[in-house]
């Protein structure tokens, strides 16, 4: 029987939290329901429609992901930048400060540094719990961060700015795509609402566009009345995919998580590499941190070469691994931030993020790890 009990395992959550039960059928898959318009079950309740994001595919994922956040409520999106512009001016308006983490994705980042301000909204940012608590005034309504951060793997500690936001009244906000609610679960740490690109680990196949908000159900109510305005849904179809995807993703983040270790000290070790950035190493100078808050260190990782003009022949000479963008996906990945995800920035907010031109971002996929290790041994062999 389906089940959001909150003592089960994560990989029974993936799997049954949520499910939409046919009784008609017996189906063991939520069915699609792609109807537009819904009979009134009674006078009272007269509100299924796809805008309002209450339609059952929705709330199948809604239910799956506030289970597996272990929030009280969820709110699926159509993208994951539709869930962080919704949450944001939901909860800002004109004279309101928020604090920012430096490193961001570049796509939240544009959207904070070019529509907020323009709405009258104050920015500040900070690397760390420290520089945000000196960046707090009387009018801050909001601290916004990502841990591990795009795409320098920098973490947060989640527990200290739950706290701080707690003592001063603050929202405090997390992008938790690069962990997964299977690495961590910033809720019961105390921060207030947690946001997913569902495009990434959640659907983790490369095929859908999805964003998620997981909250307590005061926040997400809030959240959902300005979201009916903007009209960021979730088409039914998309729910469905996204639905199949969250049923193998316990299994598949533990295998993002090995070969991304496996990867990473490889990396860490070869001569014509300069840096990693990987919380799992126990150099990364937020390593404590993230064993203290996360149960896997994730699939996600970036490295500079000593050499940052070989750059552009290590992308032509890998085979299994592709140059793209996005991640997540099961097949691996690699860019270079400054060319793609944080192109939009300008090169003194790069350099502020600490974003090289000769950084590399890598999705590590399940793959063979041994492949894995071969096709990035061949790319920096030197001839």
Not at 86 to 105: M, V
Request: glycine share 8%.
């Amino acid at each position: 029987m389906t089940t959001d009990s909150p003592t089960h395992g994560l990989s029974t959550l993936c799997i049954h939290a949520g499910t939409h039960l046919d009784q008609t059928t017996g189906g063991a898959c939520s069915p699609i329901f792609t109807s537009t318009a819904y009979a009134f079950p009674n006078p009272a309740k007269q509100n299924i429609y796809p805008r309002y994001f209450n339609t059952p595919n929705q709330q199948v994922i809604n239910r799956k992901l506030a289970a597996l956040e272990k929030g009280e409520a969820a709110l699926v999106f159509g993208s994951g930048m539709a869930a962080i512009s919704t949450l944001l001016l939901a909860h800002l308006k004109p004279g309101d400060h928020a604090i920012f983490q430096n490193d961001l994705y570049g796509g939240s980042m544009r959207l904070i540094s070019s529509e907020l301000p323009r709405l009258g909204v104050q920015l500040s940012w900070g690397a760390n719990v420290a520089e945000f608590a000196a960046a707090l005034r009387p009018e801050t309504r909001l601290i916004y961060v990502e841990s591990p951060s795009n795409p320098l793997l920098h973490c947060i500690d989640l527990a200290e700015l739950a706290a701080l936001g707690k003592r001063h009244g603050v929202l405090t906000v997390i992008d938790n795509t690069f962990a997964t609610p299977i690495n961590q679960n910033p809720i019961p740490l105390g921060i207030d609402a947690v946001i997913h690109s569902a495009t990434k680990y959640l659907n983790g196949h490369s095929d859908v566009n999805a964003g998620v908000v997981v909250a307590s159900a005061e926040i997400v109510s809030r959240v959902t009345e300005s979201a009916v305005n903007f009209g960021g849904m979730l088409d039914a179809h998309a729910c469905s995919q996204l639905e199949r995807g969250l049923k193998t993703l316990a299994l598949r983040v533990q295998r993002h998580n090995e070969n991304a270790e496996a990867l990473a000290r490889f990396l860490a070790s070869h001569p014509a590499v300069s840096k990693v950035n990987y919380p799992g190493l126990p150099e990364h100078p937020d390593h404590a941190i993230a064993a203290r808050q996360m149960r896997g260190f994730g699939g996600m990782l970036s490295f500079e070469l000593r050499q940052p003009e070989r750059l552009d022949r290590l992308l032509s000479r890998l085979r299994i691994v592709m140059p793209a963008l996005s991640l997540g996906g099961v097949e691996s990945l690699i860019c270079v931030p400054s060319r793609s995800t944080h192109r939009t920035m300008t090169p003194a907010e790069r350099q502020r993020a600490g974003i090289s031109d000769g950084l590399l971002r890598v999705s590590v996929g399940i793959e063979d790890v041994a492949d894995l290790l071969a096709d990035f041994s061949e790319a920096l062999a030197v001839e």
